[in-house]
């Protein structure tokens, strides 16, 4: 018991050195001694020291006081003593006191050892085990390493080596499942560590090899299926990898089957959408609109960097810009300069082409100048395209229209002075402009320009030589007879081929051959409808055939009536045909008759007495069928069968033939219920 641990009431006489009590000598106990062999707090050495006890184990200096006291009263007792009453009240009193006394020490717990400041080489295997069991009940690591370190110094022979063993496999069993904790949280290499930090030489640490090589079985397969996750991701095959990442769930590793399960499926829904977006972005691309393009670029660059197809998205970024600048030189070429800057300026920076198009609209602004077609926008142009200097990607391109367009300046002035003279319009001016316009090479920037302009310029020379021929021509072809229409072909034929009015002259020259063609074959087509007035269309062909095939101006009209006129002798014939069959009377016949009859062309007069006739052969077919019904009904049937859908008794017909085959095949009389005797017996 520690100084601190004795009650103020405790009597000195019941003092003893504590390695006295009960007559049993003691071994050093918890915080017995502490670091350096300085007596601890509490200890029975710091109670010796404290006090000095006599061979009566009284102190010294209490027992003189005790002394003295004796002697006194020994001299003179209290009056309340010297009766019998005062000495029962004593005696009453005492007894009570010594048993609160020995209650209250009995009672009172004797002091925690102070752990971390015990000198260890020195410290018992009680206090070792007392202080590795408040360590060990931290539960974390180092604590639980730290009580087995001091545990398990004890020799093999200690009385309580048992119990450390004991506790040894269960803290040993408490790292590592702190290190499964690690473990299952997903810090593969900390558990390993961990479990690894305990001794080699205690019996647990045979489980530490078999639990590293499950956790990395478990870890290696949770990889392998992420991985094989994402090869279906690469190729897109979506719900493939939502099948492998479902997997994960079935991995005994709470990291693996809840964290990474939900990243690759987030990262899988991602990329579907990404997938999406790029396939959007892809085919607003190949619209070819700005607006559209402008779209596109924004949706991939909407695609995250943790995404699979950011690559992808990175990669067409720069395609659509460059769709962009295609659409700007597309416009440019087509000489809309200002789309073409415009398009040129709204191509973003993300596209990686900045410099391509900034040398894009410098160059751009110049041919917009040079496409004035004068020598100062000429000037300027090339003003602008000299300060492109000689590290830019397009300088080659600047120094090539430099030079074309100082070439065009000199054209330019030539076409100029060619069209001052063109102007003045005569005959003389235009051969003098042609001339000037000629000495302009071909190979010449405006070279092209000078061709247009010459050939232009030489039309009118050709018109203005030519137009009198045709204007007489056409006076001439006014009086519209034969004589006259020749003449005008004649006047307008002089106009010779490669001429300007060389294609009007033949537009005329046709004109005036039809009409004359008119005029003199129309009397024989007249007198071939004539013959079909008449009815005799044989001769109406013969007279038409010569004009249908002369290829002349009436040859199509000639042919349209021949057609008809063929038509309506078919149906003529058709149409006689069909009466004599008929006129046999039998049901083959009449069937044979009306398949003729329909023959007869809808445009010809004699379709309503066609359609009359097939009606009434119908309802003769019809009549014979029924009466063959009362002997035969099969060959009734067959008969009513011959009637086609385009006559009236059509309907009819069906309708009998029903009723026949319902005659011949009647339906089944259903059957009463039969029933077992067993089930009539049942169910009485």
Not at 42 to 71: C, H, M, W
Not at 89 to 117: D, E, H, R, V
Not at 398 to 417: F, H, N, T, Y
Not at 664 to 676: D, R, S, T, V, W
Request: charged residues 25%; aromatic residues 6%.
């Amino acid at each position: 018991m520690t100084e601190r641990d004795i009650p103020e009431s405790w009597h000195p006489t019941r003092g003893r050195k504590p390695d006295e009590m009960d007559g049993v000598s003691r071994s050093p106990q918890v915080g017995d001694t502490q670091a350096f062999g300085v007596p601890a707090p509490g200890s029975a050495n710091t109670v010796r020291q404290r006090l000095d006890y006599n061979t009566e184990e009284l102190p010294i200096n209490q027992q003189s006081k005790v002394t003295n006291f004796t002697k006194k009263n020994f001299v003179k007792l209290p009056r309340w003593m010297q009766g019998w009453v005062g000495w029962a009240l004593l005696l009453t009193l005492l007894p009570g006191g010594i048993g609160f006394l020995a209650m209250a020490m009995l009672l009172k717990l004797p002091s925690a050892p102070n752990c971390p400041a015990i000198f260890w080489p020195l410290a018992s295997a009680s206090v070792r085990i007392h202080c590795a069991q408040l360590a060990a009940s931290k539960q974390t690591v180092d604590d639980l390493l730290q009580a087995i370190a001091l545990v398990k110094q004890l020799p093999q022979d200690h009385p309580l080596r048992g119990e450390a063993d004991r506790f040894l496999e269960e803290w040993s069993r408490d790292v590592l499942e702190l290190a499964d904790e690690s473990f299952q949280a997903g810090n593969l290499e900390q558990a390993i560590a961990t479990a690894k930090k305990i001794p080699e030489d205690l019996t647990a640490y045979k489980l530490v090899d078999e639990q590293i090589t499950k956790w990395q079985t478990i870890w290696s397969k949770a990889q392998g299926i992420y991985a094989d996750a994402e090869e279906e991701l690469r190729q897109q095959r979506w719900q493939s990898a939502f099948m492998v990442a479902s997997q994960l769930l079935r991995v005994d590793n709470k990291y693996w089957a809840s964290a990474k399960y939900d990243e690759l499926n987030d990262i899988i829904t991602s990329s579907k959408e990404d997938v999406d977006k790029l396939d959007k972005a892809q085919r607003l691309a190949n619209s070819k609109e700005v607006d559209n393009l402008l779209e596109a670029i924004k949706l991939a660059e909407s695609i995250e960097q943790k995404s699979y197809l950011y690559r992808k998205a990175q990669e067409s970024i720069p395609a659509f810009g460059r769709k962009m600048l295609e659409l700007a030189q597309a416009k440019m070429d087509a000489r809309d300069a200002d789309t073409a800057l415009e398009i040129a300026r709204q191509i973003p920076e993300s596209t990686g082409l900045q410099t391509e198009v900034e040398d894009f609209i410098a160059l751009g602004d110049a041919r917009r100048n040079a496409w004035l077609g004068n020598i100062a926008g000429l000037e300027t142009a090339i003003s602008q395209a000299q300060q492109i200097n000689a590290s830019r990607p397009n300088y080659d391109q600047a120094q090539q229209l430099i030079s074309r367009w100082q070439l065009e300046i000199e054209d330019v002035a030539r076409l100029e002075k060619a069209q001052g003279l063109a102007n003045q319009g005569t005959i003389n001016d235009l051969v003098a402009a042609i001339a000037e316009a000629q000495m302009i090479p071909g190979s010449n920037p405006r070279g092209s320009e000078a061709r247009q302009n010459i050939n232009r310029w030489q039309s009118q020379v050709e018109t203005i030589e030519d137009r009198p021929y045709l204007d007489r021509a056409e006076q001439i072809a006014l009086l519209d007879d034969v004589n006259s229409l020749q003449a005008a072909i004649a006047e307008a034929g002089q106009i010779r081929q490669g001429r300007a009015l060389y294609p009007e002259a033949r537009r005329r020259i046709r004109t005036w051959v039809s009409k004359v063609q008119r005029i003199q074959d129309q009397p024989y087509l007249d007198q071939a409808r004539e013959f079909a007035a008449r009815g005799d269309l044989s001769a109406a062909i013969n007279a038409a055939q010569t004009i249908a095939s002369s290829g002349r101006a009436l040859s199509g009209e000639a042919q349209t009536a021949i057609d008809d006129w063929r038509s309506q002798i078919r149906a003529r014939d058709n149409w006689n045909r069909a009466r004599e069959v008929a006129a046999a009377g039998t049901s083959p016949a009449l069937a044979e008759a009306i398949r003729i009859a329909n023959q007869v062309s809808n445009n010809s007069i004699l379709r309503m007495d066609a359609n009359i006739a097939i009606d009434q052969w119908g309802q003769q077919i019809l009549d014979i069928a029924r009466s063959d019904g009362s002997s035969d009904m099969s060959k009734a049937i067959e008969t009513a069968r011959l009637i086609p859908r385009s006559s009236s008794a059509y309907s009819a017909a069906q309708e009998q033939i029903k009723i026949w085959q319902q005659f011949l095949n009647p339906a089944p009389q259903p059957q009463p219920e039969q029933f077992e005797p067993s089930t009539i017996i049942n169910g009485q």
